[in-house]
């Protein structure tokens, strides 16, 4: 992201701000995000942007994800070398990685998805919340649900109305449309890219690999809930009145919220994905 002289844009302040709290984190604080939707002010634990500083020890996952192998050819097969790919500096890759994921999906959100700018850097930033069980919205902002937050009361019980299912099946239709082996490729091809993104913000190649696994992982450790949902209104905002369900990472409540169906949809994309980066 590029600024000028006397003005420097939203994107430009946000990414910023990303880093920061990147370089925080790294410094020994852990954050905790909880982020609204504006579009859905009584949505499920949804709370104005707070950003939690909490001394922990913290523990940063490595993990590897093996490059594509080398296979050797016959002689008498043997093709032309192809040029190999000359990869653009950071600051100036966005649209070489627009270009480069067009095979990716032809989805209206995806595409919708990738005009934002600073595109590694953001997803760097939105990847590192995600495997620690937030998501960074405002970072990365992925389409959210257009109709309201909506409950019904049984008695004095309040149940989540199974019809807030359906407000998510638009982004999730988008997530499904992702070629998960497309990415791999993509992932591997953008390595460097994606390595210079996260060491920016002070992680290794390897804590970079692990952060995507765990990021992946904390979507497949979601459980799946097919029977109603109790909730509780004691304060401003709706809770899960299952205190093992309220217990759950924020990311892990968003993926509850889109229903028992979405979820399983949602979890067996984040296991093809998965299976794809670790079987190149």
Do not use: C
Not at 33 to 42: F, G, I, K, R, T
Not at 117 to 122: I, S
């Amino acid at each position: 992201m590029k600024s000028t002289d006397k003005k420097i844009n939203t994107s430009t302040i946000i990414a910023a701000l990303g880093v920061v709290v990147a370089m925080i984190v790294v410094a020994g604080l852990v954050y905790r995000v909880q982020m609204a939707e504006e579009s859905d002010p009584e949505a499920l634990g949804s709370t104005p942007e707070v950003v939690e500083m909490v001394i922990e020890k913290l523990v940063i996952p490595e993990a590897e994800i093996p490059a594509p192998p080398v296979v050797a050819e016959p002689l008498e097969t043997l093709k032309p070398v192809p040029e190999p790919i000359v990869l653009p500096g950071l600051d100036n890759s966005d649209g070489f990685i627009r270009e480069a994921t067009q095979g990716i999906s032809l989805h209206p959100h995806f595409t919708r998805w990738l005009t934002t700018d600073d595109l590694l850097r953001r997803s760097a930033s939105y990847l590192d919340g995600l495997s620690r069980g937030v998501v960074l919205s405002k970072i990365f902002p992925l389409s959210g649900p257009q109709d309201a937050f909506a409950t019904h009361k049984d008695s004095r019980t309040i149940w989540l109305n199974a019809g807030n299912y359906e407000r998510y099946n638009d982004t999730i239709d988008a997530l499904l449309s992702l070629d998960t082996s497309a990415i791999a490729d993509m992932f591997h091809m953008a390595r460097p890219l994606l390595e210079a993104s996260f060491a920016e913000m002070g992680y290794s190649p390897r804590q970079m690999e692990g952060i995507i696994l765990q990021g992946i992982d904390r979507v497949l450790s979601t459980p799946i809930i097919v029977e109603p949902i109790e909730l509780t209104h004691e304060s401003v905002f709706y809770e899960f009145a299952d205190p093992d369900l309220e217990g759950l990472l924020p990311l892990q409540k968003q993926v509850l919220r889109t229903g028992p169906e979405n979820t399983q949809k949602l979890q067996q994309q984040a296991l093809a994905l998965k299976t794809a980066l670790l079987n190149p």
